[in-house]
Protein backbone atom coordinates (compact mmCIF):
# COMPACT_ATOMS: atom_id res chain seq x y z
CA UNK A 1 0.00 0.00 0.00
CA UNK A 2 1.06 3.55 -0.80
CA UNK A 3 2.16 4.83 2.34
CA UNK A 4 4.34 8.04 1.51
CA UNK A 5 6.84 9.31 4.56
CA UNK A 6 5.40 12.64 5.86
CA UNK A 7 8.44 14.63 4.84
CA UNK A 8 7.17 14.07 1.38
CA UNK A 9 4.35 16.07 1.74
CA UNK A 10 6.46 18.85 3.69
CA UNK A 11 8.85 18.49 0.56
CA UNK A 12 5.56 18.83 -2.21
CA UNK A 13 4.25 22.20 0.20
CA UNK A 14 7.39 23.63 -0.19
CA UNK A 15 7.77 23.58 -3.91
CA UNK A 16 7.43 26.46 -5.52
CA UNK A 17 4.21 27.32 -7.76
CA UNK A 18 1.82 25.30 -5.03
CA UNK A 19 0.20 28.17 -3.39
CA UNK A 20 -1.20 29.40 -6.63
CA UNK A 21 -4.88 29.63 -7.05
CA UNK A 22 -4.92 27.69 -9.88
CA UNK A 23 -2.93 24.77 -8.14
CA UNK A 24 -5.67 25.12 -5.07
CA UNK A 25 -8.75 24.66 -6.92
CA UNK A 26 -7.26 21.55 -9.00
CA UNK A 27 -6.29 20.36 -5.76
CA UNK A 28 -9.69 20.91 -4.18
CA UNK A 29 -11.53 19.49 -7.02
CA UNK A 30 -9.10 16.06 -7.51
CA UNK A 31 -10.45 15.59 -3.78
CA UNK A 32 -13.86 16.44 -3.57
CA UNK A 33 -14.29 14.01 -6.91
CA UNK A 34 -12.33 11.26 -4.85
CA UNK A 35 -14.29 11.75 -1.78
CA UNK A 36 -17.76 11.68 -3.95
CA UNK A 37 -17.04 8.72 -5.91
CA UNK A 38 -16.48 6.72 -3.10
CA UNK A 39 -19.33 8.22 -0.99
CA UNK A 40 -21.49 7.36 -3.46
CA UNK A 41 -19.85 4.09 -4.61
CA UNK A 42 -18.78 2.37 -1.59
CA UNK A 43 -19.63 4.56 1.60
CA UNK A 44 -22.91 5.05 1.41
CA UNK A 45 -23.57 0.89 0.32
CA UNK A 46 -21.28 0.20 3.85
CA UNK A 47 -23.37 2.72 6.02
CA UNK A 48 -26.48 1.40 4.24
CA UNK A 49 -26.19 -2.10 5.17
CA UNK A 50 -25.90 -1.07 9.41
CA UNK A 51 -29.15 1.64 8.91
CA UNK A 52 -31.39 -1.26 7.58
CA UNK A 53 -29.93 -4.13 9.80
CA UNK A 54 -30.37 -1.62 12.90
CA UNK A 55 -33.46 -0.16 11.20
CA UNK A 56 -35.75 -1.35 14.09
CA UNK A 57 -33.73 -1.12 17.13
CA UNK A 58 -30.96 -3.24 18.72
CA UNK A 59 -33.40 -5.83 20.10
CA UNK A 60 -35.34 -6.68 16.69
CA UNK A 61 -31.40 -6.94 15.18
CA UNK A 62 -30.29 -9.43 17.93
CA UNK A 63 -33.26 -11.36 16.93
CA UNK A 64 -31.76 -12.57 13.98
CA UNK A 65 -29.30 -14.29 15.45
CA UNK A 66 -31.85 -16.43 17.73
CA UNK A 67 -33.31 -18.16 14.27
CA UNK A 68 -31.69 -21.25 13.98
CA UNK A 69 -31.17 -21.26 10.39
CA UNK A 70 -29.05 -18.39 10.43
CA UNK A 71 -26.95 -20.01 13.54
CA UNK A 72 -26.69 -22.84 11.41
CA UNK A 73 -25.18 -20.87 8.61
CA UNK A 74 -22.96 -19.01 10.92
CA UNK A 75 -21.44 -22.65 12.13
CA UNK A 76 -21.40 -24.03 8.17
CA UNK A 77 -18.99 -21.01 7.42
CA UNK A 78 -17.19 -21.30 10.19
CA UNK A 79 -16.40 -24.70 9.86
CA UNK A 80 -15.40 -24.25 6.36
CA UNK A 81 -13.28 -21.11 6.96
CA UNK A 82 -11.33 -23.48 9.71
CA UNK A 83 -10.57 -26.33 7.24
CA UNK A 84 -9.79 -24.22 4.74
CA UNK A 85 -7.30 -21.97 5.47
CA UNK A 86 -5.54 -24.05 7.32
CA UNK A 87 -4.74 -26.50 3.93
CA UNK A 88 -3.95 -23.32 2.03
CA UNK A 89 -1.58 -22.14 4.15
CA UNK A 90 0.53 -25.47 4.40
CA UNK A 91 -0.10 -25.23 0.59
CA UNK A 92 1.93 -21.88 0.53
CA UNK A 93 4.32 -22.90 2.78
CA UNK A 94 5.11 -26.10 0.52
CA UNK A 95 4.71 -24.30 -2.91
CA UNK A 96 6.82 -20.79 -1.75
CA UNK A 97 9.49 -22.95 -0.28
CA UNK A 98 10.30 -25.33 -3.82
CA UNK A 99 9.67 -21.88 -5.46
CA UNK A 100 11.52 -19.08 -3.90
CA UNK A 101 14.02 -21.12 -2.73
CA UNK A 102 15.38 -23.37 -5.61
CA UNK A 103 16.05 -22.59 -9.09
CA UNK A 104 14.15 -25.22 -11.75
CA UNK A 105 12.99 -25.22 -15.09
CA UNK A 106 9.18 -24.55 -15.20
CA UNK A 107 8.83 -22.07 -12.78
CA UNK A 108 7.49 -19.89 -13.77
CA UNK A 109 4.86 -22.11 -15.61
CA UNK A 110 4.06 -22.94 -11.95
CA UNK A 111 3.80 -20.11 -10.66
CA UNK A 112 0.88 -18.91 -13.22
CA UNK A 113 -0.75 -22.32 -12.59
CA UNK A 114 -1.20 -21.63 -8.81
CA UNK A 115 -2.56 -18.12 -9.56
CA UNK A 116 -4.78 -19.43 -12.29
CA UNK A 117 -7.89 -19.53 -9.64
CA UNK A 118 -7.75 -15.59 -9.75
CA UNK A 119 -8.68 -15.50 -13.30
CA UNK A 120 -11.23 -18.12 -12.44
CA UNK A 121 -14.68 -16.87 -12.72
CA UNK A 122 -16.36 -18.22 -9.27
CA UNK A 123 -19.14 -19.76 -11.13
CA UNK A 124 -17.06 -21.48 -12.64
CA UNK A 125 -15.13 -22.74 -10.02
CA UNK A 126 -18.12 -24.09 -8.63
CA UNK A 127 -19.10 -25.87 -11.89
CA UNK A 128 -16.03 -27.35 -12.44
CA UNK A 129 -16.73 -29.71 -8.93
CA UNK A 130 -20.49 -30.04 -10.75
CA UNK A 131 -19.16 -31.47 -13.93
CA UNK A 132 -16.89 -33.97 -11.64
CA UNK A 133 -18.65 -35.02 -8.44
CA UNK A 134 -22.31 -34.11 -9.84
CA UNK A 135 -24.94 -36.57 -10.67
CA UNK A 136 -23.77 -36.55 -14.66
CA UNK A 137 -20.13 -35.63 -13.20
CA UNK A 138 -17.19 -38.31 -13.93
CA UNK A 139 -17.31 -39.62 -10.60
CA UNK A 140 -20.97 -39.38 -10.47
CA UNK A 141 -22.20 -42.45 -10.60
CA UNK A 142 -19.49 -44.30 -8.33
CA UNK A 143 -19.72 -41.86 -5.85
CA UNK A 144 -24.00 -42.91 -5.86
CA UNK A 145 -23.45 -45.83 -5.36
CA UNK A 146 -20.80 -46.13 -2.68
CA UNK A 147 -23.75 -43.38 -1.28
CA UNK A 148 -20.86 -40.42 -0.51
CA UNK A 149 -22.16 -36.62 -1.70
CA UNK A 150 -19.46 -34.24 -2.69
CA UNK A 151 -21.80 -32.06 -4.87
CA UNK A 152 -25.06 -30.29 -2.57
CA UNK A 153 -23.36 -30.88 0.83
CA UNK A 154 -20.33 -30.15 2.83
CA UNK A 155 -17.30 -31.50 0.61
CA UNK A 156 -18.54 -30.04 -2.58
CA UNK A 157 -18.65 -26.66 -0.70
CA UNK A 158 -15.21 -26.90 0.86
CA UNK A 159 -13.46 -28.21 -2.53
CA UNK A 160 -14.87 -25.14 -3.85
CA UNK A 161 -13.85 -22.14 -1.35
CA UNK A 162 -10.59 -23.88 -1.61
CA UNK A 163 -10.42 -23.38 -5.20
CA UNK A 164 -11.19 -19.95 -5.20
CA UNK A 165 -8.84 -18.81 -2.10
CA UNK A 166 -6.36 -21.57 -3.43
CA UNK A 167 -2.90 -18.85 -4.32
CA UNK A 168 -4.21 -16.63 -1.46
CA UNK A 169 -1.36 -17.75 0.59
CA UNK A 170 0.97 -18.66 -1.68
CA UNK A 171 1.23 -15.36 -3.76
CA UNK A 172 2.05 -13.57 -0.40
CA UNK A 173 4.83 -15.78 0.29
CA UNK A 174 7.19 -16.64 -3.16
CA UNK A 175 8.33 -12.69 -3.40
CA UNK A 176 8.85 -12.66 0.13
CA UNK A 177 10.77 -15.59 0.69
CA UNK A 178 12.66 -14.32 -2.36
CA UNK A 179 13.23 -10.95 -1.34
CA UNK A 180 14.32 -11.91 2.04
CA UNK A 181 16.94 -14.60 -0.07
CA UNK A 182 18.41 -17.77 1.27
CA UNK A 183 21.61 -16.88 3.53
CA UNK A 184 20.80 -17.83 6.86
CA UNK A 185 18.86 -20.96 6.08
CA UNK A 186 22.44 -22.03 4.31
CA UNK A 187 23.99 -20.86 7.26
CA UNK A 188 21.66 -23.09 9.37
CA UNK A 189 21.68 -26.17 7.57
CA UNK A 190 25.62 -25.94 6.66
CA UNK A 191 26.39 -25.59 10.85
CA UNK A 192 24.40 -28.76 10.98
CA UNK A 193 20.49 -28.00 11.43
CA UNK A 194 17.81 -30.33 10.13
CA UNK A 195 15.71 -28.94 7.47
CA UNK A 196 12.84 -29.32 9.79
CA UNK A 197 14.41 -27.14 12.18
CA UNK A 198 15.39 -25.01 9.86
CA UNK A 199 11.90 -24.16 8.86
CA UNK A 200 10.97 -23.94 12.14
CA UNK A 201 13.16 -21.50 13.46
CA UNK A 202 14.76 -19.68 10.61
CA UNK A 203 12.34 -19.37 7.61
CA UNK A 204 9.27 -19.05 9.69
CA UNK A 205 10.32 -16.30 11.74
CA UNK A 206 11.04 -14.48 8.79
CA UNK A 207 8.18 -14.69 6.62
CA UNK A 208 5.37 -14.28 9.50
CA UNK A 209 3.80 -11.09 8.85
CA UNK A 210 3.48 -12.67 5.17
CA UNK A 211 1.62 -15.33 6.33
CA UNK A 212 -0.52 -13.99 8.65
CA UNK A 213 -1.28 -11.60 5.55
CA UNK A 214 -1.84 -14.63 3.61
CA UNK A 215 -3.86 -16.14 5.69
CA UNK A 216 -6.49 -13.32 6.86
CA UNK A 217 -7.03 -12.31 2.89
CA UNK A 218 -7.29 -15.75 2.83
CA UNK A 219 -10.20 -15.94 5.68
CA UNK A 220 -12.26 -13.51 4.27
CA UNK A 221 -12.33 -14.58 0.88
CA UNK A 222 -13.33 -18.13 2.22
CA UNK A 223 -16.02 -16.57 4.59
CA UNK A 224 -17.74 -14.40 2.14
CA UNK A 225 -17.47 -16.34 -1.18
CA UNK A 226 -20.55 -16.66 -2.60
CA UNK A 227 -20.95 -17.56 -6.53
CA UNK A 228 -18.98 -20.87 -6.09
CA UNK A 229 -20.14 -21.66 -3.16
CA UNK A 230 -23.95 -21.30 -4.69
CA UNK A 231 -23.47 -23.36 -7.70
CA UNK A 232 -22.37 -26.17 -5.51
CA UNK A 233 -24.22 -25.77 -2.56
CA UNK A 234 -27.95 -26.98 -3.35
CA UNK A 235 -28.88 -24.41 -0.91
CA UNK A 236 -30.28 -26.33 1.79
CA UNK A 237 -31.27 -24.78 4.82
CA UNK A 238 -29.92 -25.47 7.94
CA UNK A 239 -27.37 -27.87 5.99
CA UNK A 240 -25.28 -26.52 2.96
CA UNK A 241 -26.12 -22.58 3.33
CA UNK A 242 -23.21 -20.29 4.43
CA UNK A 243 -23.58 -16.71 5.38
CA UNK A 244 -23.10 -14.85 1.92
CA UNK A 245 -26.05 -17.70 1.08
CA UNK A 246 -28.02 -17.20 3.69
CA UNK A 247 -28.26 -13.85 3.20
CA UNK A 248 -29.59 -14.20 -0.71
CA UNK A 249 -32.30 -16.46 1.09
CA UNK A 250 -33.24 -14.07 3.18
CA UNK A 251 -33.12 -11.29 0.62
CA UNK A 252 -35.18 -13.17 -1.50
CA UNK A 253 -37.97 -13.81 1.05
CA UNK A 254 -37.94 -10.03 1.42
CA UNK A 255 -36.87 -10.36 5.25
CA UNK A 256 -34.67 -7.52 4.38
CA UNK A 257 -34.59 -7.49 8.09
CA UNK A 258 -32.62 -10.51 8.44
CA UNK A 259 -30.66 -10.29 5.12
CA UNK A 260 -28.84 -7.34 5.99
CA UNK A 261 -28.25 -8.40 9.89
CA UNK A 262 -26.50 -10.99 8.44
CA UNK A 263 -25.04 -8.92 6.08
CA UNK A 264 -23.65 -6.59 8.70
CA UNK A 265 -21.65 -9.59 10.69
CA UNK A 266 -19.42 -10.27 7.31
CA UNK A 267 -19.11 -6.28 7.03
CA UNK A 268 -17.50 -6.33 10.56
CA UNK A 269 -15.51 -9.19 8.94
CA UNK A 270 -14.43 -7.16 6.23
CA UNK A 271 -13.60 -4.10 8.40
CA UNK A 272 -11.57 -6.70 10.93
CA UNK A 273 -9.92 -7.75 8.13
CA UNK A 274 -9.03 -4.41 6.46
CA UNK A 275 -7.66 -3.41 10.32
CA UNK A 276 -5.58 -6.35 10.68
CA UNK A 277 -4.12 -5.95 6.88
CA UNK A 278 -3.10 -2.16 8.00
CA UNK A 279 -1.84 -3.05 11.06
CA UNK A 280 0.17 -5.46 9.02
CA UNK A 281 1.41 -3.32 7.01
CA UNK A 282 2.42 -0.72 9.79
CA UNK A 283 5.31 -3.75 10.84
CA UNK A 284 7.16 -2.08 7.37
CA UNK A 285 5.63 -5.32 4.96
CA UNK A 286 4.65 -4.33 2.03
CA UNK A 287 2.62 -6.11 -0.42
CA UNK A 288 4.37 -7.20 -3.51
CA UNK B 1 20.33 -25.47 -17.24
CA UNK B 2 19.48 -29.09 -15.90
CA UNK B 3 16.29 -29.65 -14.05
CA UNK B 4 17.35 -28.13 -11.10
CA UNK B 5 20.48 -26.32 -10.24
CA UNK B 6 22.11 -27.80 -6.79
CA UNK B 7 21.41 -26.42 -3.31
CA UNK B 8 22.63 -27.08 0.36
CA UNK B 9 18.93 -26.51 1.15
CA UNK B 10 16.67 -29.69 2.10
CA UNK B 11 12.88 -30.52 1.16
CA UNK B 12 12.61 -29.40 -2.89
CA UNK B 13 11.45 -33.18 -3.51
CA UNK B 14 8.55 -33.12 -0.36
CA UNK B 15 7.60 -29.05 -1.12
CA UNK B 16 7.75 -29.69 -5.07
CA UNK B 17 5.68 -32.89 -4.87
CA UNK B 18 3.25 -31.89 -2.99
CA UNK B 19 2.51 -28.43 -4.43
CA UNK B 20 2.01 -30.51 -7.85
CA UNK B 21 -0.23 -32.70 -6.05
CA UNK B 22 -2.20 -30.62 -4.70
CA UNK B 23 -2.32 -27.77 -7.64
CA UNK B 24 -3.67 -30.67 -9.56
CA UNK B 25 -5.90 -32.18 -7.77
CA UNK B 26 -7.84 -29.11 -6.67
CA UNK B 27 -7.41 -26.59 -9.58
CA UNK B 28 -6.04 -29.00 -12.94
CA UNK B 29 -8.29 -32.14 -12.63
CA UNK B 30 -11.25 -29.50 -12.45
CA UNK B 31 -10.48 -27.64 -15.53
CA UNK B 32 -9.54 -30.39 -17.36
CA UNK B 33 -12.96 -32.02 -16.64
CA UNK B 34 -14.30 -29.05 -17.73
CA UNK B 35 -12.44 -28.96 -21.05
CA UNK B 36 -12.99 -32.48 -21.90
CA UNK B 37 -16.73 -31.81 -21.39
CA UNK B 38 -17.18 -29.17 -23.17
CA UNK B 39 -15.07 -30.70 -26.12
CA UNK B 40 -16.67 -33.80 -25.95
CA UNK B 41 -20.21 -31.91 -27.34
CA UNK B 42 -20.91 -32.11 -31.12
CA UNK B 43 -19.46 -29.27 -32.72
CA UNK B 44 -23.09 -28.33 -33.78
CA UNK B 45 -24.41 -28.73 -30.47
CA UNK B 46 -21.53 -26.50 -28.73
CA UNK B 47 -21.64 -23.64 -31.20
CA UNK B 48 -25.66 -23.20 -31.20
CA UNK B 49 -25.44 -23.24 -27.18
CA UNK B 50 -22.40 -21.18 -27.58
CA UNK B 51 -24.06 -18.57 -30.58
CA UNK B 52 -27.57 -18.66 -29.08
CA UNK B 53 -29.11 -15.44 -28.89
CA UNK B 54 -29.86 -15.54 -24.96
CA UNK B 55 -25.79 -16.41 -24.68
CA UNK B 56 -25.04 -13.78 -27.64
CA UNK B 57 -27.37 -11.24 -25.31
CA UNK B 58 -25.39 -12.15 -22.23
CA UNK B 59 -22.02 -11.32 -23.56
CA UNK B 60 -23.09 -8.29 -24.81
CA UNK B 61 -24.49 -7.49 -21.24
CA UNK B 62 -20.86 -8.71 -19.44
CA UNK B 63 -18.20 -7.82 -21.58
CA UNK B 64 -19.85 -4.37 -22.45
CA UNK B 65 -20.84 -3.54 -18.70
CA UNK B 66 -17.60 -4.55 -17.95
CA UNK B 67 -15.63 -2.55 -20.62
CA UNK B 68 -17.69 0.69 -18.99
CA UNK B 69 -16.42 -0.32 -15.43
CA UNK B 70 -13.08 -0.86 -16.01
CA UNK B 71 -12.80 2.40 -18.52
CA UNK B 72 -14.89 4.86 -15.35
CA UNK B 73 -12.67 3.01 -13.10
CA UNK B 74 -9.58 3.86 -15.40
CA UNK B 75 -10.54 7.55 -14.91
CA UNK B 76 -11.63 7.53 -11.13
CA UNK B 77 -9.08 5.08 -10.29
CA UNK B 78 -6.88 7.76 -11.42
CA UNK B 79 -8.25 10.85 -9.80
CA UNK B 80 -8.11 8.79 -6.48
CA UNK B 81 -4.73 7.87 -7.28
CA UNK B 82 -3.54 10.54 -7.44
CA UNK B 83 -5.42 12.38 -4.49
CA UNK B 84 -4.15 9.66 -2.23
CA UNK B 85 -0.40 10.32 -3.62
CA UNK B 86 -0.02 14.14 -4.30
CA UNK B 87 -2.39 15.47 -1.92
CA UNK B 88 -2.89 15.78 1.82
CA UNK B 89 -5.75 16.22 3.46
CA UNK B 90 -7.62 14.82 7.08
CA UNK B 91 -8.87 11.31 6.82
CA UNK B 92 -6.09 10.30 3.57
CA UNK B 93 -5.10 7.52 5.90
CA UNK B 94 -8.69 6.08 6.70
CA UNK B 95 -9.62 6.22 2.86
CA UNK B 96 -6.04 4.66 1.69
CA UNK B 97 -6.95 1.52 3.86
CA UNK B 98 -10.87 1.88 2.49
CA UNK B 99 -9.96 1.13 -1.09
CA UNK B 100 -9.20 -2.01 -0.23
CA UNK B 101 -13.17 -2.65 1.02
CA UNK B 102 -14.50 -4.22 -2.01
CA UNK B 103 -12.13 -6.59 -2.17
CA UNK B 104 -12.76 -7.73 1.82
CA UNK B 105 -16.66 -6.93 1.63
CA UNK B 106 -18.16 -10.47 0.26
CA UNK B 107 -19.86 -9.63 -2.92
CA UNK B 108 -23.65 -10.76 -1.93
CA UNK B 109 -23.40 -7.82 1.10
CA UNK B 110 -22.12 -5.41 -2.18
CA UNK B 111 -25.20 -6.42 -4.26
CA UNK B 112 -27.79 -6.12 -2.02
CA UNK B 113 -26.35 -3.03 -0.08
CA UNK B 114 -26.13 -1.09 -3.80
CA UNK B 115 -29.18 -2.22 -4.57
CA UNK B 116 -30.71 -0.75 -1.74
CA UNK B 117 -28.92 2.74 -2.02
CA UNK B 118 -29.91 2.69 -5.66
CA UNK B 119 -33.38 1.63 -5.66
CA UNK B 120 -36.28 3.74 -6.67
CA UNK B 121 -36.37 4.58 -2.89
CA UNK B 122 -32.70 4.10 -1.81
CA UNK B 123 -30.64 7.37 -0.47
CA UNK B 124 -29.74 7.96 -4.31
CA UNK B 125 -31.89 6.17 -6.04
CA UNK B 126 -34.57 8.44 -5.08
CA UNK B 127 -33.14 11.86 -6.44
CA UNK B 128 -31.97 9.94 -9.87
CA UNK B 129 -35.77 9.21 -10.20
CA UNK B 130 -37.22 12.49 -11.26
CA UNK B 131 -34.70 12.52 -14.08
CA UNK B 132 -35.95 9.17 -15.31
CA UNK B 133 -32.80 7.56 -14.58
CA UNK B 134 -33.14 3.58 -13.61
CA UNK B 135 -30.68 2.41 -11.68
CA UNK B 136 -31.19 -0.61 -10.16
CA UNK B 137 -32.52 -3.57 -11.88
CA UNK B 138 -31.43 -2.38 -15.52
CA UNK B 139 -27.53 -2.55 -16.93
CA UNK B 140 -26.44 0.58 -15.61
CA UNK B 141 -26.78 -1.32 -12.20
CA UNK B 142 -25.11 -4.30 -13.27
CA UNK B 143 -22.52 -1.57 -14.68
CA UNK B 144 -22.37 0.32 -11.21
CA UNK B 145 -21.92 -3.09 -9.25
CA UNK B 146 -18.91 -3.97 -11.72
CA UNK B 147 -17.43 -0.76 -10.80
CA UNK B 148 -17.26 -1.26 -6.89
CA UNK B 149 -15.66 -4.55 -7.38
CA UNK B 150 -13.23 -3.52 -9.43
CA UNK B 151 -12.21 -0.35 -8.48
CA UNK B 152 -9.48 -1.19 -6.13
CA UNK B 153 -7.53 -2.86 -8.85
CA UNK B 154 -7.66 0.25 -10.84
CA UNK B 155 -6.27 2.55 -7.47
CA UNK B 156 -3.63 0.24 -6.50
CA UNK B 157 -2.56 -0.83 -10.01
CA UNK B 158 -1.72 2.97 -10.56
CA UNK B 159 -0.55 4.19 -7.07
CA UNK B 160 3.38 2.61 -6.73
CA UNK B 161 3.95 4.07 -10.64
CA UNK B 162 2.63 7.85 -9.79
CA UNK B 163 4.84 7.75 -6.57
CA UNK B 164 7.74 6.51 -8.64
CA UNK B 165 7.40 9.70 -10.83
CA UNK B 166 10.47 11.06 -11.02
CA UNK B 167 9.58 14.91 -9.00
CA UNK B 168 12.73 16.02 -10.25
CA UNK B 169 11.83 15.60 -14.01
CA UNK B 170 8.97 17.26 -13.26
CA UNK B 171 10.38 20.29 -11.70
CA UNK B 172 13.07 19.95 -15.02
CA UNK B 173 10.11 20.31 -17.15
CA UNK B 174 8.35 23.33 -15.40
CA UNK B 175 11.54 25.18 -14.79
CA UNK B 176 12.23 25.04 -18.67
CA UNK B 177 8.91 26.94 -19.07
CA UNK B 178 6.38 24.14 -19.60
CA UNK B 179 2.57 23.98 -18.12
CA UNK B 180 1.31 22.16 -16.09
CA UNK B 181 -1.00 20.30 -18.13
CA UNK B 182 2.14 20.27 -21.06
CA UNK B 183 4.49 18.46 -18.11
CA UNK B 184 1.10 15.89 -17.41
CA UNK B 185 1.09 15.19 -20.73
CA UNK B 186 4.77 14.30 -21.66
CA UNK B 187 6.54 13.53 -18.00
CA UNK B 188 3.37 11.72 -16.09
CA UNK B 189 1.64 10.33 -18.65
CA UNK B 190 4.04 8.02 -20.11
CA UNK B 191 5.49 6.58 -16.70
CA UNK B 192 2.14 5.77 -15.60
CA UNK B 193 0.67 4.85 -18.95
CA UNK B 194 1.30 0.52 -18.49
CA UNK B 195 0.41 0.70 -15.12
CA UNK B 196 -2.98 2.11 -16.01
CA UNK B 197 -3.46 0.04 -18.83
CA UNK B 198 -2.88 -2.77 -16.31
CA UNK B 199 -5.61 -1.39 -13.85
CA UNK B 200 -7.76 -1.43 -16.71
CA UNK B 201 -7.37 -4.94 -17.80
CA UNK B 202 -7.29 -6.38 -14.16
CA UNK B 203 -10.32 -4.34 -13.56
CA UNK B 204 -12.11 -5.23 -16.45
CA UNK B 205 -10.76 -9.60 -15.33
CA UNK B 206 -12.36 -9.13 -12.39
CA UNK B 207 -15.54 -7.83 -13.38
CA UNK B 208 -16.40 -10.32 -16.42
CA UNK B 209 -16.46 -13.39 -14.28
CA UNK B 210 -18.23 -11.28 -11.27
CA UNK B 211 -21.44 -13.23 -10.40
CA UNK B 212 -22.44 -12.37 -5.92
CA UNK B 213 -22.98 -8.44 -6.43
CA UNK B 214 -24.26 -8.36 -9.77
CA UNK B 215 -27.38 -10.95 -9.72
CA UNK B 216 -29.32 -8.93 -6.89
CA UNK B 217 -28.94 -5.71 -8.79
CA UNK B 218 -29.99 -7.01 -12.34
CA UNK B 219 -32.93 -7.88 -12.13
CA UNK B 220 -31.75 -11.03 -14.36
CA UNK B 221 -34.54 -10.43 -17.18
CA UNK B 222 -33.03 -12.85 -20.02
CA UNK B 223 -31.89 -10.83 -22.98
CA UNK B 224 -31.65 -7.88 -21.43
CA UNK B 225 -29.87 -7.61 -17.79
CA UNK B 226 -28.99 -11.37 -17.55
CA UNK B 227 -24.63 -11.81 -17.35
CA UNK B 228 -23.14 -14.57 -18.85
CA UNK B 229 -22.08 -16.27 -15.69
CA UNK B 230 -26.14 -16.51 -14.32
CA UNK B 231 -26.79 -18.16 -17.71
CA UNK B 232 -24.10 -20.59 -16.73
CA UNK B 233 -25.86 -21.19 -13.42
CA UNK B 234 -29.52 -21.18 -14.77
CA UNK B 235 -28.57 -23.90 -17.38
CA UNK B 236 -27.08 -25.83 -14.42
CA UNK B 237 -30.31 -25.84 -12.66
CA UNK B 238 -32.06 -27.09 -15.32
CA UNK B 239 -29.16 -30.18 -15.31
CA UNK B 240 -28.13 -28.62 -18.89
CA UNK B 241 -24.23 -30.00 -17.74
CA UNK B 242 -23.28 -29.75 -21.25
CA UNK B 243 -24.65 -26.54 -21.91
CA UNK B 244 -22.79 -24.81 -18.69
CA UNK B 245 -19.83 -26.54 -19.76
CA UNK B 246 -19.43 -24.92 -23.41
CA UNK B 247 -20.41 -21.32 -21.75
CA UNK B 248 -17.81 -21.70 -19.19
CA UNK B 249 -15.18 -23.09 -21.59
CA UNK B 250 -16.03 -19.45 -23.42
CA UNK B 251 -15.61 -17.62 -20.37
CA UNK B 252 -12.33 -19.88 -19.77
CA UNK B 253 -11.07 -18.74 -22.77
CA UNK B 254 -11.52 -15.14 -22.36
CA UNK B 255 -9.66 -15.32 -18.78
CA UNK B 256 -6.37 -16.61 -20.23
CA UNK B 257 -6.21 -14.24 -22.64
CA UNK B 258 -7.30 -11.52 -20.30
CA UNK B 259 -4.24 -13.18 -17.65
CA UNK B 260 -1.86 -13.17 -21.12
CA UNK B 261 -2.46 -9.79 -21.75
CA UNK B 262 -1.87 -8.61 -18.13
CA UNK B 263 1.24 -10.38 -17.41
CA UNK B 264 2.68 -8.93 -21.02
CA UNK B 265 1.52 -5.39 -19.87
CA UNK B 266 3.26 -5.87 -16.49
CA UNK B 267 6.69 -6.97 -18.23
CA UNK B 268 6.38 -4.08 -20.81
CA UNK B 269 5.49 -1.83 -16.79
CA UNK B 270 8.84 -3.25 -15.74
CA UNK B 271 11.20 -2.70 -18.85
CA UNK B 272 10.31 1.18 -18.76
CA UNK B 273 11.28 1.17 -15.26
CA UNK B 274 14.48 -0.29 -15.94
CA UNK B 275 14.84 1.90 -18.57
CA UNK B 276 13.84 4.88 -16.41
CA UNK B 277 16.57 3.85 -14.03
CA UNK B 278 19.66 3.50 -15.99
Redesign the interface.
Known amino acids: MAVLPTSAFADLASRPGQRTWLHAIVRWLFITTSLGFLAAVLLAPLATVFVMALGRGISAYLDNFRDPYTLAAIRLTLLTAAVVVPINTVFGLAASWAIAKFEFRGKSMLITLIDLPLAVSPVIAGLLFVLLFGLQGWFGLWLQQHDISIVFALPGIMLATMFVTFPYVARELIPLMEQLGNDEEEAAITLGAGGWLTFFRVTLPKVRWGLVYGMVLCNSRAMGEFGAVSVVSGHVRGLTNTMPLHIEILYNEYNFLGAFAVASLLTLLAAVTLVVKTLIERTGYRRH | ?1 S ?3 P ?6 G ?3 G ?3 L ?2 SI ?6 A ?2 VL ?1 ATSMHWGDFWSTVLSARALGSYRLSFGASLLAASINLV ?1 GF ?2 A ?8 PGR ?1 L ?16 G ?3 T ?2 FAQN ?3 GQYLEPFGIKVAYTWLGVT ?1 AL ?2 IS ?1 PFAV ?1 AV ?2 A ?2 EVQRDLE ?1 AA ?1 TLGAG ?1 LYTFRRIILPTIVPALLTGFTLAF ?1 RA ?5 SVI ?1 ISGNLPMKTEIT ?2 L ?2 IH ?1 EQ ?1 D ?1 QG ?2 AL ?1 LV ?2 VI ?2 V ?2 LTI ?1 LLQAWGRRDQVRATR
Open positions: MLRQSVLPGFLTFFTTFLIVLLPLALRFIIWTLVRYEFKIDALIDMPFALPTAVSIALSVGWILTLMRQPLIDERAVGEYGFPLIVLFYAAGMLSFMLN
